[in-house]
């Protein structure tokens, strides 16, 4: 079996300055929205910044002039509100206008990510699949994305406000008292050296609540699928222990986090009550000890408006750092997908479609003809050949592990003329689904030699290489659709008259017509409806729509009960004929006509030979089909 599944916390933390440049590289296109969005926000700040500063400009500059001459100009005053108004109504509609916008932007940058990493899991090996869990991949398209829209479409816009309404407030303080602006930059000293701590000691547990929170979903997830076993095994009682578990990790990460983020804004608060109070006695002192010349009571109220002002900005980039942080910690788990090693493919021969002449001439065709050939360009001579696909395999000397120090196989030779039936024995974990999965290079191989036709499939493209084979494998899986659909899944252009000839090739047809709307049944989750063999017959089908010339059958009929297995075994000799076929079975019943059965022991081909010469041999295939009892 593969190596031991990666821990998600197995990874450090990359530079979060890198990740969050590479992150707003996806926002490049956004470029001309993100220039009405930033004009929007400095008008909203302006906006912010004015209506801040009108009561103490309407004492000044209204208020006490009237007081002083004992007259009323309640019209000056009128205007003046209708100015300010004017205003607020901009900066509400500019505000709306940027928050809008941004919405698209976070919606537009989630998909152009979220479709990059689906095409980048396209691309993945086998190993990675077999090393991390579904429900921890799965995660990074909800959970991880979903901090990333949330940072986009509030965090960033949000920060980007704050930052410029800070600025145009600093200006205006400056302007109003310079001498209260050297106490402000105490306070604020202050703040913000408490919000960088907390920010800090929180960065580390919003990685792991992650982290914890892909574990969670991956083992959601087996249960979810296991559910049936574990019924049957009543391990309702452990399973729950084992969840209690992680999400007791998850809730203890989460909970630190969440009191170092919940913990500052009343602390940002606290000290800008404290910084409001200091304020108000230097300031209050400057206006009674110099009579108004250095301060003037309507420009303290100013001053002391906007204090608040400026400490509101601060305290929303504080909580808002703790939304960045978590979607940073997302983000480098999608990047970390992002960033694996793709399955490298080195292949330059390519499968198409031929026509071969009676004296064996071979030329391109541009439609399905039922032939098929290797095309080999030869850059050096300029020139391109052809090989005809008769489905000649031969493995020679081949050794493989999955993990270092932790051979496979050992020294495999084999080979499988066309239309040969090749079978493989052996006990759970000799090597037997391995060897086929080296042929389809899914691995590859640490020493010796595949050839194909006498190719070495190193040189065979993967994509044409995987298409020259059919697999029936035995775990099933059909994806959400109609019968037919799934059917067609095997070869993507079949005709519904294709798909229902490979459905009674199959011996699929009776019990498809049976179903509720026959080939137009929808299947979901897995085709959960239909029992286990019906699925494995839709999976056979799914195999011979395709047509291949070579047929990988991975305990296919494994799943079947004894009568439908007689069945399927006339359907599978059907489909069989003419091929080159590999056969994996327990049931040696189903591999007694193979023109070879390979026996294998952990990881070595100890017998070799037909039915008969095995059993004449009266070794261990003989010792098995003589016993009273199957492989397991």
């Not at 059958?553 to 076929?581: C, P």
Request: charged residues 20%; contains cysteine.
């Amino acid at each position: 079996m593969p190596g031991p599944r990666m821990r998600g916390d197995g990874r450090k933390a990359r530079n979060p300055k890198k990740t969050l440049l590479r992150l707003l590289s996806y926002m490049k296109k956004y470029i001309p929205i993100l220039i009405i969005v930033l004009i929007c926000i400095a008008v909203t700040a302006y906006a912010q910044t004015r209506s801040s500063t009108a009561l103490g400009d309407l004492v000044d500059e209204y208020l006490l002039p009237m007081v002083e001459t004992g007259q009323a100009d309640f019209g000056a005053i009128g205007t003046f509100l209708l100015h300010l108004a004017a205003v607020l109504v901009v900066g509400i509609f500019c505000a709306w206008l940027y928050n809008f916008l941004m919405v698209s932007v976070a919606q537009g940058t989630q998909k152009v990510i979220r479709d990059e990493m689906f095409t980048k899991m396209q691309k993945l090996p086998l190993r990675y699949f077999d090393q991390n869990t579904a429900g921890n991949i799965m995660s990074r398209y909800t959970s991880d994305i979903d901090t990333l829209r949330q940072m986009v479409s509030q965090s960033i816009p949000q920060c980007a406000s704050s930052i410029i309404t800070l600025i145009v407030v600093s200006i205006k303080l400056l302007t109003t008292s310079w001498i209260l602006c050297l106490v402000m930059v105490f306070t604020v000293f202050i703040i913000v050296r408490v919000t960088t701590f907390v920010v800090g000691r929180s960065g580390k547990y919003f990685l792991q609540q992650q982290q914890a929170l892909g574990k969670v979903n991956g083992y959601v997830e087996e249960l979810i699928n296991g559910q049936r076993v574990v019924k049957v095994f009543n391990h309702e009682n452990t399973c729950k222990k084992e969840f209690d578990q992680l999400n007791e990790d998850l809730c203890k990460n989460a909970y630190t986090a969440g009191v170092y983020a919940n913990a500052m804004g009343p602390i940002n608060n606290n000290l800008g009550y404290v910084q409001y109070a200091v304020l108000a006695v230097v300031g209050g002192l400057l206006v009674v000890l110099s009579g108004n010349k250095l301060l003037q009571l309507g420009a303290l109220m100013n001053f002391m408006i906007l204090s608040r002002t400026f400490n509101m900005p601060i305290a929303q980039i504080s909580n808002q750092l703790n939304a960045i942080v978590l979607a940073l910690a997302g983000a480098e788990r999608i990047f970390d997908l992002m960033d694996e090693q793709p399955e490298v493919d080195d292949g330059y021969v390519t499968l198409v479609n031929a026509d071969i002449a009676p004296d064996g001439t071979i030329t391109e065709a541009d439609h399905r003809t039922g032939h098929w050939a290797w095309k080999h360009p030869h850059k050096a001579e300029g020139t391109i050949t052809y090989t005809e696909l008769k489905g000649d395999i031969v493995m020679d000397q081949v050794d493989f592990s999955y993990v270092p120090d932790k051979q496979i196989l050992y020294d495999i030779s084999l080979y499988a003329k066309p239309g040969q039936k090749l079978a493989f024995v052996g006990a759970t974990g000799a090597g037997k689904t391995t060897i086929t999965n080296l042929i389809n290079r899914f691995y590859d191989i640490e020493d010796g030699k595949i050839r194909y036709d006498g190719i070495n499939i190193n040189k065979i493209k993967k994509p044409d290489l995987r298409r020259s084979l059919g697999v029936v494998l035995q775990d099933v899986n059909l994806f959400t659709g109609t019968v037919m659909e799934n059917i067609r899944y095997g070869k993507l252009d079949a005709t519904d008259e294709e798909c229902i000839a490979a459905a009674k090739l199959a011996n699929a047809h009776d019990f498809i017509t049976r179903l509720p709307e026959g080939y137009d049944t929808m299947l979901t989750n897995n085709g959960a409806r239909l029992s286990q063999g019906q699925r494995q017959l839709i999976s056979i089908a799914r195999a011979a729509v395709a047509n291949p010339p070579v047929m990988i059958l991975d305990e296919a009929t494994s799943s079947i009960d004894t009568r439908t297995e007689r069945l399927v075994q006339e359907g599978m000799d059907r489909l069989m004929e003419g091929r080159t076929v590999f056969v994996i079975a327990h049931r040696l019943s189903t591999v007694m006509n193979s023109d070879a059965i390979m026996v294998l022991d952990h990881g070595h081909i100890i017998e070799r030979g037909t039915h008969e010469q095995l059993i004449a041999q009266k070794g261990t295939y003989y010792q098995l089909y003589t016993g009273a009892f199957e492989l397991e």
